[in-house]
């Protein structure tokens, strides 16, 4: 199985500040990567997929990068909407494996 | 719109069978591969099976491997999954979603396994 890790586990960010976040794979997995927004009692949202394809409706201030081993999912200026839980996701393979979770929270 | 809605959750006991179901609308239904994924409270995501559009092949995670069964029916555009010998560590929100990327999700539908 596909091994997923994220950095930071969580992070206290401000408004208007950019912040990255990485997933790493335990193998390549090409650009089969997904990422997903959660907040509170709701189900998790699609950000982006492909690594760095933008899903409709979603806001450009996300934007993903990376290929085989090594992601970001970047938040360009972040906002009070944006604090949530992020996860990344890989769908090379089955089992479809997700990271633990990124919590941003408000500093 | 593209829609999922999952029902058929609820309280169990150890041991017990629940049956879940999720209504798909807003697209054509057969054409894609269909997930499960379900959240333990206060945990992160589990992928827990998943389907292709023609019902031809199915995949389980270890967790549920021989307990669990995907299907589909394509003609009602709706998703099954069978729960059988449930554990109190099934316990969580039960998610539907489309295609390997999961870009649409439903809202959920809460699986308790208590005695």
């Known amino acids: 199985d596909i091994q997923m890790t994220q950095s930071p586990s969580s992070l206290s960010a401000s408004v208007g500040d950019r912040v990255t976040i990485t997933c790493r794979a335990s193998q390549g997995i090409s650009n089969n990567l997904a990422w997903f927004q959660q907040k509170p009692g709701k189900a998790p949202k699609s950000l982006i997929y492909?690594?760095?394809s933008l899903q409709s409706g979603v806001p450009s201030k996300f934007s993903g990068s990376g290929s085989g081993t090594d992601f970001t999912l970047t938040i360009s200026s972040l906002q009070p909407e944006d604090f949530a839980t992020y996860y990344c996701?890989?769908?090379?393979?089955?089992?479809?494996?997700f990271g633990p979770g990124t919590r941003v929270d408000i500093k | 719109e593209v829609q999922l809605l999952e029902s058929g959750g609820g309280l169990v006991q150890p041991g017990e069978s629940l049956r879940l179901s999720c209504a798909a609308s807003g697209f054509t239904f057969s054409t894609y591969d269909m997930h499960w994924v379900r959240q333990a409270p206060g945990k992160g995501l589990e992928w827990v099976s998943g389907?292709?559009?023609?019902?031809?092949?199915?995949y389980y995670a270890d967790s549920v491997k021989g307990r669990f069964t995907v299907s589909r029916d394509n003609p009602k555009n709706t998703l099954y999954l069978q729960m059988n010998s449930l554990r109190a560590e099934d316990a969580a929100i039960y998610y539907c979603?489309?295609?390997?990327?999961?870009?649409?999700w439903g809202e959920g539908t809460t699986v308790t396994v208590s005695s």
């Open positions: 492909a690594a760095s």
């Open positions: 979603a489309k295609r390997g990327y999961l870009d649409v």
């Open positions: 389907i292709t559009g023609s019902g031809g092949s199915t």
């Open positions: 996701q890989q769908y090379n393979s089955y089992p479809l494996t």
